[in-house]
């Protein structure tokens, strides 16, 4: 990833899932905030019940080289934290960069 940081900090995903506007999708749910910082901050959220710690890592890579994928159409100056959803488990990659692009479109960052 490029111009894209890592957000790491809690109070960090816990200011985006309050403040920041989201959008559902089949596989992910995107959780968007501007800032005044020049570059982008990527958090990814894989709870618990979503399985064991071999699947969690596995959509989480689905989902990081997804991002990858479209995160030059997005505009810097956000910080964005992805959830990945119950369904993303059998998903492809296919799948979820297709889903990541509608849900980044309906936020109007693509």
Same mark, same amino acid.
């Given at each position: 990833?490029?111009?894209?940081? %890592?957000? !790491?900090? @809690?109070?960090?995903?816990?200011?985006?899932?309050?403040?920041?506007? %989201? &959008?559902?999708?089949?596989?992910?749910?995107?959780?968007?905030?501007?800032?005044?910082? @020049?570059?982008?901050?990527? +958090?990814?959220?894989? +709870?618990?019940?979503?399985? !064991?710690?071999?699947?969690? @890592?596995?959509? =989480?890579?689905? $989902?990081?080289?997804?991002?990858?994928? $479209? *995160? *030059?159409? $997005?505009? @810097?100056?956000?910080?964005?934290?992805?959830? &990945?959803?119950?369904?993303?488990?059998? &998903?492809?990659?296919?799948?979820? =960069?297709?889903?990541?692009?509608?849900?980044?479109? !309906?936020?109007?960052? =693509?």
């Amino acid at each position: 990833m490029r111009s894209t940081s %890592s957000l !790491k900090l @809690n109070r960090d995903f816990r200011r985006l899932y309050s403040r920041g506007k %989201s &959008a559902p999708g089949a596989y992910v749910a995107v959780y968007a905030m501007k800032t005044r910082r @020049n570059d982008k901050r990527l +958090g990814l959220t894989v +709870g618990k019940s979503f399985g !064991k710690a071999v699947r969690r @890592n596995r959509a =989480k890579r689905l $989902i990081r080289e997804s991002y990858r994928a $479209i *995160e *030059e159409k $997005i505009p @810097n100056g956000y910080d964005f934290v992805i959830v &990945a959803r119950g369904r993303a488990d059998g &998903a492809g990659f296919w799948q979820i =960069k297709r889903d990541l692009e509608y849900v980044f479109g !309906k936020l109007g960052l =693509k």
